[in-house]
């Protein structure tokens, strides 16, 4: 075998110059044959030969040879160390060219060709793109679609090039949504939808694909699908609903694709989506929330859902969770209640239809991601809800959990919800009881930790929190905000020129509020204050100037 290896190669650099097509077909089938038995040998020896030099010009579209010359080439790429001597001879461009021919086995062995040399190769990968191949693919896929070795390279090509973030662009300019849509339709097995797939994912990412394939009817294939595997067992089938359906969720994340399924809240898609909810599959009740979620991403949207009854149908959901939930459902139902929150005329409607009774049951979640949604939407919920903000500040045990996530290093999404929650009572109930019960709970040196944040929207809402307290509660807080320093911080952050001017506008307000309480009013003279303070008179902003002059009078006036 190895002589007539040997002896294959050096006929066959003879016949690659001279371009006898019939010894030349010899040779290439002794080739492929030695490969089929041990293609890591015949791969080295070819290697060694010399003879992939000369491939590069057997690669023509009128020899009757090319198909087996690519088949010989994918052969030895399908080895890692015979990838970059194919690159070094030549082989990529004249390739490319050939997926340009009409012979269909030319093309299914240059498509596979081209995919083993540059398999794992973002570079090769990259390279191809820019050489136009993901245009010709498409075409290909179009043309040849009853010839499925040859849809199934065009889908492989398409799985690998779809990762790269520099092909979306090509893709988004091509028909490739209708030519997969048109294509999934006729697949009856499941590994091939299964394929099909896998390249629909990635190109999804993409906010003017995910509006074509909508376009191109996706969306209806996908309800299908559920509505005919929802009550399978086997193992395929649940699998294809969870494609299915988290595909669907992808293609809501953007904009106008979004729009274009709620059609104003009546469209068919939007109202299968809403029977997911109720359904006893936890993956189609995660879909139908997750969905919702992404609905709810405008105001208008939003006001239509309420009105329309969905924040029921998301307590409902929750509350055959709470006890060994299904933390991936809290966790979308909970986003899709934060979310439709957002509007100023929700929150009402949603505090009186117990959505704040509904989430606070998730209080004991030892989960951060059910947390950090279950913070975010009571956030949303009392913004600007007076009576709603004194009812939660109250409640002794939420106070207390927050204070305990306010600790909670591991999880910082958790740790500055939990913070902005805090000052959010205050700032919203203005209530006295309520800074009572964060001051009984130990929350206080955690809004003064807040305002040393680094972003400057919850130093803010930490400082106006505090004024409050200083303003109403200042007896109560007293010790605390002395064993906090935040005397120190305020001069900390009135001495800093980077402090954004609104921190030094409400750090000067707090600083008045705190000259009521003798101790505190020690540690500001003890500290010079004076100088910091009538150094801001002269501040760009006409505010900051202003308080400064107000506190400096106050100031003198206090010494």
């Given amino acids: 075998m190895a002589d007539n290896l040997s002896d294959t190669l050096k006929k066959l650099k003879i016949t690659a110059v001279d371009r006898t097509e019939d010894s030349l077909e010899g040779c290439l089938d002794c080739l ?50 015979m990838r970059t001597p194919c690159v070094d001879a030549g082989l990529i461009s004249p390739l490319v060219q050939l997926l340009h021919s009409k012979d269909q086995e030319v093309l299914l062995q240059t498509g596979r060709a081209l995919g083993n040399i540059c398999y794992d190769s973002h570079s090769l990968q990259a390279q191809l793109i820019n050489m136009g191949v993901i245009p010709t693919l498409v075409k290909l896929l179009g043309i040849h679609c009853q010839n499925s070795a040859l849809t199934e390279m065009c889908l492989v090509a398409f799985g690998n090039l779809a990762e790269l973030e520099s092909s979306k662009e090509q893709f988004a300019s091509t028909n490739i949504a209708e030519e997969l849509v048109k294509l999934f339709k006729k697949q009856i097995e499941h590994d091939k939808k299964e394929m099909i797939f896998e390249v629909l994912a990635p190109l999804a990412e993409n906010d003017a694909i995910k509006l074509q394939l909508v376009e191109a009817g996706l969306v209806e294939c996908l309800l299908e699908i559920v509505q005919q595997k929802v009550d399978s067992d086997k193992e395929d089938d ?86 060994d939930g299904n933390v991936t459902v809290q966790h979308a139902a909970l986003s899709a209640l934060r979310n439709l929150a957002i509007p100023v005329v929700n929150k009402a409607k949603m505090l009186s239809a117990g959505v704040t009774e509904a989430v606070l049951k998730f ?197």
Wanted: hydrophobic share 45%.
């Fill in 363 to 559: 209080l004991k979640s030892e989960m951060p991601p059910v947390q950090f949604k279950l913070l975010g939407t009571l956030r949303m919920l009392i913004d600007a809800q007076a009576e709603a903000a004194e009812q939660l500040g109250k409640n002794v045990k939420l106070v207390e959990r927050l204070v305990e996530w306010c600790e909670a290093k591991d999880h910082a999404g958790v740790m500055g919800e939990s913070n902005r929650l805090l000052s959010a009572l205050i700032r919203h109930s203005k209530s006295k009881d309520v800074i009572k019960t964060i001051v009984q709970s130990g929350g206080i040196k955690h809004l003064v930790t807040m305002a040393t944040s680094e972003h400057v929207i919850m130093q803010n809402e930490a400082l106006v929190a505090l004024a409050l307290i200083a303003a109403l509660e200042l007896v109560t807080a007293e010790k605390d905000l002395e064993s906090a320093k935040l005397v120190q911080i305020l001069h900390r952050l009135l001495a800093d020129d980077r402090s954004a001017p609104e921190i030094k506008y409400n750090s000067m307000v707090l600083i008045c509020a705190l000259m009521g309480s003798e101790s505190l009013h020690k540690e500001v003279q003890d500290l010079s204050f004076l100088d910091v303070v009538s150094k801001l008179r002269s501040h760009e902003n006409k505010s900051v100037a202003q308080q400064a002059s107000l506190t400096e009078q106050r100031l003198t006036m206090g010494s």
């Fill in 238 to 323: 649940i699998a294809e609903l969870k494609t299915a359906s988290d595909l669907m969720v992808l293609l809501l994340l953007g904009d106008e694709s979004m729009q274009k399924l709620f059609e104003g809240g009546k469209g068919n898609v939007f109202q299968r989506v809403l029977s997911w909810i109720p359904s006893n599959n936890h993956q189609l009740q995660l879909a139908g929330a997750l969905a919702i979620a992404n609905f709810a991403r405008n105001d208008g949207n939003c006001i239509h859902m309420v009105d329309n009854g969905i924040v029921e149908k998301l307590m409902d959901l929750l509350d055959r969770h709470v006890e």
């Fill in 32 to 81: 492929l044959q030695a490969l089929a038995q041990n293609n890591l040998e015949t791969s080295e020896k070819i290697q060694g030969s010399g003879i992939l030099q000369l491939f590069a010009s057997l690669l023509i579209p009128q020899s009757s040879c090319t198909a087996k010359v690519a088949n010989v080439i994918a052969e030895v790429a399908k080895n890692e160390f």
